[in-house]
T-cell receptor
Framework: EDQVTQSPEALRLQEGESSSLNCSYT??????LFWYRQDPGKGPEFLFT???AGEEKEKERLKATLTKKESFLHITAPKPEDSATYLC??????????FGSGTRLSIRP | EPEVTQTPSHQVTQMGQEVILRCVPI?????FYWYRQILGQKVEFLVS????????KSEIFDDQFSVERPDGSNFTLKIRSTKLEDSAMYFC????????????FGSGTQLSVL
């Protein structure tokens, strides 16, 4: 069964303190790994897609990387506005994406 | 920027009642989805829909659930006889193509079953 596991569940950082979020996955034939951001009371918002090991994508202070079993979301010099829940997801079939439980990131000024 | 619109934002109902959650996907999108998120838990896939039929559904999506695209712009999720455990945030999403990397999500309907 396809599965996505994220760690840590919650992460509190000081503004400017860089760190990484982890996503490990089990899927029969990876057809895309996704990172989404979710703010409280809102739907997930798309950030990145990665398709093959070694691939990297960047957007502002965020960089996503992919290996054969894991993905990392690196956040460099975060700001309070980066506080959110970050969700990892994989494409389980052509018409289904499954999500991990997320990492709640909190950045203190 | 185009967005997915969901109504109502909150719905309170009595156990055993029928509810219909409504969504207006982005206009040129062809693939539609419902997900739900029970408080504190992960976002769970319910169903995907294309060309007026269900493409895939999860084990959660039993006979009590149905989806419809009644008029070419709305996409609805009906729960026939609600249970307490149906209380959750329900998200509608749409994408332009099948296997599209980017799903656009609405802001959700918070369903409370009493």
């Amino acid at each position: 069964e396809d599965q996505v596991t994220q760690s840590p569940e919650a992460l509190r950082l000081q503004e400017g303190e860089s760190s990484s979020l982890n996503c490990s996955y089990t899927v029969s034939g990876l057809r895309g790994l996704f990172w989404y951001r979710q703010d409280p009371g809102k739907g997930p918002e798309f950030l990145f897609t990665l398709y093959s090991a070694g691939e990297e994508k960047e957007k502002e202070r965020l960089k996503a990387t992919l290996t054969k079993k894991e993905s990392f979301l690196h956040i460099t010099a975060p700001k309070p506005e980066d506080s959110a829940t970050y969700l990892c997801a994989v494409r389980s079939s052509a018409s289904k994406i499954i999500f991990g439980s997320g990492t709640r990131l909190s950045i203190r000024p | 920027e185009p967005e997915v619109t969901q109504t109502p934002s909150h719905q309170v109902t009595q156990m055993g009642q029928e509810v219909i959650l409504r969504c207006v996907p982005i206009s040129n999108h062809l693939y539609f989805y419902w997900y739900r998120q029970i408080l504190g838990q992960k976002v769970e896939f319910l169903v995907s829909f294309y060309n007026n039929e269900i493409s895939e559904k999860s084990e959660i999506f039993d006979d009590q659930f149905s989806v419809e695209r009644p008029d070419g712009s709305n996409f609805t999720l009906k729960i026939r006889s609600t249970k307490l455990e149906d209380s959750a945030m329900y998200f509608c999403a749409s994408s332009e193509t099948k296997g599209d990397e980017k799903l656009f999500f609405g802001s959700g309907t918070q369903l409370s079953v009493l």
